[in-house]
């Protein structure tokens, strides 16, 4: 199944990815894609990171179905 993902901020940069669409297997949960994108991240692979599901904020147990807006939201500083 193809959901659409969306970096935000240092994610998009250090990643080099502003969306796409990826398939996925039915069942995957936010957390478990997540996971195929952290590892990727230099030094800061531990810092907390929100989830949204079709501009919604949610657990990162969330399952997901076809056709979902994904975005990976990282902290926000400011001074």
Known sequence: MSVKLKLFAYLRETLG????????????????LWSLFKDKIPANKNFRILFAVNGEYVEEERELKEGDEVAFIPPVSGG
């Open 17 to 32: 990815i502003k969306g796409e669409e990826i398939e996925i297997e039915e069942g995957t949960k936010v957390s478990q």
